[in-house]
């Protein structure tokens, strides 16, 4: 791995809940702009890093939103607002001189690149950093299995899930005083305590695969490089 780091490659999951800030919904371009920062901080020390972006904030399958709708079609909406995030996230970087491609799931030529595993590879090699968009192209999956997905194909050392907690908790550490942080997990403890770190798809998946899952608090600035420098505050599941 590049100098002091602990990883080659990495994916860095990030949901549609961090990307509107303070907002009650929708895209912050501030908040945008900082996670941009903190991608390109790390890219520009050379590790290959390419980003799943969720979609939660704009529209997703289950929500109330989507009221009678069928649930394809509501999954598709969400897949749709992923592809926004997206777009969003590549402006950012690319504001900062960070050279980034967008690969969509859901083939959409004129917007993005369709999905191409081999391309994406490349592209990482190259030092650009890849946005895959549109989870994995299909209904009743979620972002989680998208991330997990795709960090199996790229060859990914970890999976980074940047949440706004620093880590999985005993319990909710919003609601509960008494709850302490994990520094270290299995995955079937993950799956057994049901611990919704991630959904049980893309669990299941990083065990298979044996990556590790790193979650982290990616609001806290220079998160992103301590962690994967093995420093700062952070749960890992392996
Ligand atoms: N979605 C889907 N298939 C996928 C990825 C996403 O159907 O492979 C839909 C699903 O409706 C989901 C929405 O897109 O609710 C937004 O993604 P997600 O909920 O994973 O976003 P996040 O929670 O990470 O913001």
Known sequence: PAHGFRYNRVLLKVSGEVLMGDQAYGIDMKTVGLVAEAVA???REGVEICLVIGGGNIFRGLSKAAGDMDRASADYMGMLATIMNALAMQSALEKIGVATRVQSAIPMAAIAEPYIRR????????GRVVIFAAGVGAPFFTTDSGAALRAAEMGCDALLKGTSVDGVYTAD??????????KTLTYQEVLSKDL??????????????GIPIV??????????????????VYTVIT
């Open 173 to 182: 550490p919003k609601k509960d005083a008494s709850a302490t942080r994990y």
């Open 119 to 126: 391309r994406a590879m490349r592209h990482l090699e190259k």
């Open 41 to 43: 901080k790390v890219a």
């Open 215 to 232: 979650v982290f608090s990616i609001r806290e600035e220079g998160s992103l490089l301590r962690v994967l420098k093995g420093e700062g």
């Open 196 to 209: 919704r770190v991630m959904d049980a798809s893309a669990i299941s998946m990083m065990r298979d695969t």
